[in-house]
């Protein structure tokens, strides 16, 4: 049977065309999209064309073989990328990949057509899961794959050969199940954020709680965190007192954040550990949860409030900045410290 073009907002995804061969190989060609693919630029015309002959021949996705879906715009005017299906297991279980131009980067297309072919996809009731991997260092790649709703299951050693180079792999997965939950995830704004202490009832549930995959360079696990909170630190001469709490939103845990207490040794209490669960970010619990916070900072008598950050794509330097945070110029163990003077907010 012919896969059917898919419709989105935005976007057209159809079957390949032997038009398609110049958009194809110009995109291949491009530095910065073979950067973590499986072929060597310059990508010839002649190898776009044969790969688009052997794809037109099919009807669509067969298990064991890759196929392909041309990304364009409503009107199928411009080729914005491609989408890349691969089924085994007699199309049980089924591997994407995606792959756009730069001029399409940065407006969620990718996104958008990775969430309608899953769609698709996962209207056949025989599908049990749908995968994807990357190289480690793809951001963009898996920050499109974790607002699907894929999990990230494991990071592979020296897995994946490109030629003569050799890199590890990430790969993530999702079942039925897996949908299912993100599908239902509360994505409104809550009514009420607050902060709980963290005690022997809530801990076990705040242990659940994890970042994206892509956040993880970013943001300390659970498990770090609290160890954290056992054991002082020594800093500045003196040792650390961390005050842990629970997000929660609307009577459900959904966050951590840790700040440190005023002492001799530290004059400002410090945001040390800040934590949306991946199900709940992109609600506005984030700035709320910091509202709380600037609130518990009024209670010590604070006049200001620092934290630190990585630099990077994903860095969470932007939503503290727009917050009021600014960088007081110093780097300390290679991250940005920055301030936010409590009176001002």
């Not at 020594?234 to 997000?247: E, K, Q, R, S």
């Not at 600014?326 to 290679?334: D, T």
Request: hydrophobic fraction near 35%; include cysteine.
């Amino acid at each position: 049977m012919a896969f059917e073009p898919i419709t989105t907002e935005r976007l057209l995804l159809r079957p390949p065309r032997l038009s398609d061969a110049a958009a194809l190989a110009k995109r291949r060609s491009h530095a910065m999209v073979a950067e973590y693919q499986n072929w060597v630029p310059p990508y010839p015309l002649e190898r776009a064309e044969e790969m688009l002959d052997g794809l037109t021949k099919l009807n669509g996705p067969v298990s064991d073989n890759w196929w392909m879906l041309t990304i364009t715009d409503p009107q199928d005017t411009t080729i914005f990328g491609d989408l890349a299906i691969h089924p085994t297991f007699d199309g049980r279980s089924i591997e994407i990949g995606y792959t756009l131009d730069p001029s399409a980067w940065g407006q969620g297309y990718a996104t958008e057509a990775v969430h309608a072919l899953t769609e698709r996809l996962w209207s056949n009731d025989q599908v049990t899961r749908i995968s994807a991997m990357l190289h480690p260092d793809n951001v963009g790649s898996a920050q499109v794959l974790e607002r699907t709703g894929f999990r990230c299951e494991g990071h592979t050693r020296l897995s994946y050969w490109v030629g003569d180079d050799n890199s590890d792999d990430l790969l993530y997965g999702m079942t039925r199940d897996d949908r299912a939950d993100w599908l239902t995830r509360p994505r409104n704004t809550p009514a009420e954020v607050c902060l709980v202490p963290v005690d022997a009832d809530n801990v076990h549930r705040l242990r659940k709680l994890e970042p994206h995959r892509s956040q993880q360079r970013f943001v300390s696990s659970m498990a770090t965190s609290l160890a954290d909170a056992l054991r002082p630190e020594v800093h500045n001469g003196g040792l650390t007192v961390a005050l842990p709490f629970g997000i929660e939103s609307d009577g459900e845990l959904v966050g951590f954040v840790m700040i440190t207490a005023i002492t001799e040794y530290h004059p400002h209490p410090e945001l040390w550990r800040f934590l949306i669960d991946r199900r709940h970010q992109r609600r506005g619990i984030g700035r709320l949860a910091l509202d709380a916070v600037v609130q518990e900072c009024r209670t010590m008598s604070a006049t200001a409030l620092q934290t630190h950050w990585c630099e990077g794509r994903g860095s969470p330097r932007p939503f503290y900045e727009q917050y009021g945070f600014v960088p007081n110029g110093k780097i300390v163990n290679g991250e940005t410290e920055a301030v936010l003077t409590i009176e001002d907010t």
